[in-house]
């Protein structure tokens, strides 16, 4: 909380206070001035004090009134409050501190019992007020009682005398004047003194037990914040090593697969081959007999569509075999050596054959340059850059029916770099996120279960090579990453 509204708010719930004490003064009031003469037998200025008390009514209601439409519409927390606030306190103890000095002048003056009461005006002083203005408020009270005092004594004023408490006036005497207002006066600025260092003391430590209990707050939040992102953090890590058990399971299930395919792949040949040799047979046993069948098909459509159908099962376990070679070659463990001379369009076509399935619902758009100058680096690594990549842009174009992945490679005009870039039509990333993107744990796919860690881990592959991970996009257009790596010494 800030320190001017915490001063604001205590110093209205203190004037709030005053405004209610003074309703109580009242009562107390009017219970004196009704059984003063019965229960003290003490000649009361009933018709003086009665004018006091309806004085001290009508403020105290104007007051009470101000403070409820206060309450009632006005902001607190501004310094223009806080200064309204202290007129309002200056205006309350002067106004009760001139209240006094007129009832203790119709109450007798240096005779009457109720100049104590201006230390209880000190103590509201020192509650309401800083210790300089309640210094002042205390030299206003002696001075104004002082002149009460001497006024009566050059009998300028008139003097009331409470006949019940002395048989004759003292206001005349010297001697008794004096001892009595310099009494007034020491204790009354010794007590605003010790009053006012109580209280700045206290104030001083209800403001610091704000401060700690703002500070106290303000931990309590961050470390709910710090507590959350915690929890999600372990989620994301505990789905990442789900992940990583699917890559190994994946790779052992890659490496049985491969011996069935080469089986059928060194069958298929054999058959090929003898497939070449039958046919020269057919074609003569055909000639003799036209309406010779084969495997239930007459011979002419025999004879051209099983060798097409051997030819496509053929090509059908090649491309098994290296999506099978590229899994492997994928989810191998590498010994972290970055030094391999890797040819960056093998590494961006070994890609586009392991996600051919997430692929094939877009045109996909490959311009590689051919003799691409190699690069050096680790191509395991490179090749988990560019699967992550082009994963990203097959699911930001999920939503739509018809997309774009566009896959290039170049050099650079300085001769030093090679790009590959891999650019989508898909939604974009907008400009709140875009700062974020490489953030580790950071994901705009909780509900499809991302770890937020695989753009966090590309860019820190790309920065062990020695290269950068560049990003354009545009909300609603698409977006481009590239990868520059400098050329391997090797090649160039």
């Known amino acids: ?28 009031l009017a219970f004196t001035i009704a059984l003063g003469d019965r ?16 004085a001290i009514l009508l403020y105290n209601a104007g007051l009470q009134l101000r403070r409820c439409r206060w309450c009632g519409g006005e902001a607190p927390g501004t310094r223009e409050g806080i200064e309204a606030s202290r007129l309002e306190a200056h205006l309350q103890v002067y106004l009760d501190t001139i ?59 008139p ?17 008794y004047i004096l001892v009595v207002a310099l009494a007034l006066v020491f204790v009354l600025l010794a007590t605003i003194y010790a009053a006012s260092s109580i209280v700045n003391s206290l104030r001083v430590r209800e403001r610091e037990l704000a401060l700690a209990r703002g500070m106290l707050e303000a931990s309590s939040a961050d470390l709910r914040r710090a507590n959350e992102k915690l929890v999600a953090q372990r989620a994301q890590l505990v789905q990442a090593e789900r992940l990583a058990s699917l890559g190994q399971i994946a790779a052992g299930i890659a490496h049985e697969v491969n011996n069935p395919i080469q089986f059928i792949h060194g069958n298929l040949q054999i058959i090929k ?25 007459n011979y002419p459509c025999f004879r051209t569509e099983i060798p097409a159908l051997l030819d496509d099962l053929s090509e059908g376990t090649v491309r098994i075999r290296d999506i099978v070679k590229d899994l492997k070659t994928f989810a191998r463990r590498d010994d972290g050596r970055v030094d391999e001379d890797v040819d960056l369009n093998a590494v961006a076509r070994a890609g586009i054959r392991l996600l051919h399935n997430h692929l094939k619902h877009f045109t ?15 191509a395991n690594r490179l090749g988990q850059v560019v699967v ?18 566009r896959i290039a490679s170049r050099s650079d005009l300085d001769g030093r770099h090679v790009r590959l870039a891999i ?42 090579h020695g290269g950068r991970l560049e990003v354009d996009s545009e909300e609603g257009k698409g977006s481009t990453f590239c990868l520059v790596l400098p050329i391997s010494p090797s090649a160039s």
């Not at 081959?273 to 098909?297: F, K, Q």
């Not at 996909?364 to 680790?378: H, R, S």
């Open 39 to 54: 229960l003290l037998s003490v000649d009361f200025p009933t018709t003086e004090a009665l004018a006091v008390g309806a």
């Open 273 to 297: 081959e003898a497939m070449t040799d039958i046919i020269p047979i057919l074609d003569a046993h055909a000639n003799t007999r036209g309406d010779l069948t084969v495997a239930r098909l």
């Open 159 to 175: 003097h009331h005398q409470m006949k019940s408490l002395f048989l004759n006036p003292r206001h005349q005497n010297v001697h």
């Open 423 to 464: 650019t989508d039509s898909g939604c974009g990333i907008s400009r709140e996120v875009m700062g974020k993107i490489f953030d580790p744990f950071f994901t705009t796919k909780q509900r499809t279960g991302g770890s937020g860690l695989g753009l966090s881990i590309a860019y820190g592959i790309v920065e062990q």
């Open 388 to 405: 992550n990549t082009l994963l990203n842009a097959a699911e930001s174009l999920a939503d739509e029916s018809t997309g774009t992945i």
């Open 364 to 378: 996909l758009a490959e311009e590689l340059e051919p003799g691409l100058p190699k690069v050096k680096g680790n």
């Open 99 to 157: 209240s006094l000095t007129v009832f203790i002048h119709l109450t007798g003056g240096i005779e009457s019992p109720f100049p104590p009461f201006y230390l209880f005006h000190a103590v509201i002083g020192a509650i309401l007020l800083s210790r300089f203005e309640v210094t002042v408020l205390g030299v206003a009270a002696s001075g104004l009682f002082l002149s009460t005092v001497a006024l009566e004594y050059f009998e300028i004023v």
């Open 1 to 28: 909380m800030p320190d001017h509204t915490f001063r604001q708010q205590e110093l209205a719930r203190r004037l709030s206070w005053l405004v209610r004490l003074r309703w109580i003064f009242l009562v107390g």
